[in-house]
């Protein structure tokens, strides 16, 4: 996969599964504006091309990410609160560093990440936005934005409450606290915690290699019916179903997957098609 220099992320695609690592831990993987343009870049990638099947996420040093970088306010992200007009532009800055946490939600592959020591603000953001999230015995969540005087913005009120309890939900965003990886475990928002980040990133692998051994398209359709399932009713949910399944039905997929399961052996499958930009084309 053809991929432009990445100053704070290193991108690896191995047997179909790709590795996003954050490698900027002398500045504790904040979130630049370097951050958002490579995160945004990389996505686009791997969404279009097919070739990954799934997509892990980690992190180097002590704390998976500190979030935004609080200099990037002062600087390179200017928030105008002097006037109407400048209040009503940061609405579309926001949906802009919005949009590109909302690309892990729905990417064509599950997204899963192995979270060390801290996971902070921006970073509640964006690993709500994943599909599975294991934890190191010592990380932490914090919804950091109220300890600095505003509310989260980038989907953590958003995303949080359809993973955890609505009342976790108000007392980490109202008070500022730690929330730790056991209690996390404990209430849902991580899958399973580990004594190590070496044991948390291979659990993270093992998951996406199992997932890389199922039908690409087939795990495609399955992650976009539960998200659809989770913000509509049943009614809706079942019939959204029915069509997602008429659409990407394959007869010589089941057939394989039942074969190579008896058989004892990997199973073999076609890649997603890869995608095209008509106004590139």
Known sequence: MNTPDLTCFQL????HVAHLVLNRSEAMNTMGPAFWRE?????TRLHASGEARALVMSST??????????DVFGGAIQMDDASPEGRAAIADLLGGLQATFTKLETLRIPVIVAIQGGCIGGAVDLVTAACIRYATQDAFFCIQEINIGMVADVGTLQRL???????????LAYTGRRLPAA?????GLVNEVFDTPEACLAAAMQCAKEIA???PVAIWGTKQVIHYT?????DDSLRQMGWMQAAIWSNAHVREA???MKDKRAGHFPPLAELKDFSGA
Do not use: I, N, Q, Y
């Not at 409450?161 to 007392?171: F, S, T």
């Not at 989770?230 to 049943?234: F, I, L, N, T, Y």
């Open 61 to 70: 040093g002590k704390h998976f990410s500190a979030g935004m970088a609080l």
């Open 161 to 171: 409450p359809k993973l955890v309890p609505l009342g976790m939900v108000k007392e």
């Open 12 to 15: 690896t695609v191995t047997d």
């Open 258 to 260: 039942v074969t190579a």
């Open 39 to 43: 995160l945004d870049a990389v996505l």
């Open 183 to 187: 209690k996390a475990r404990e209430v």
């Open 230 to 234: 989770r913000d509509h009713g049943v």
């Open 213 to 215: 051994a199922k039908p």
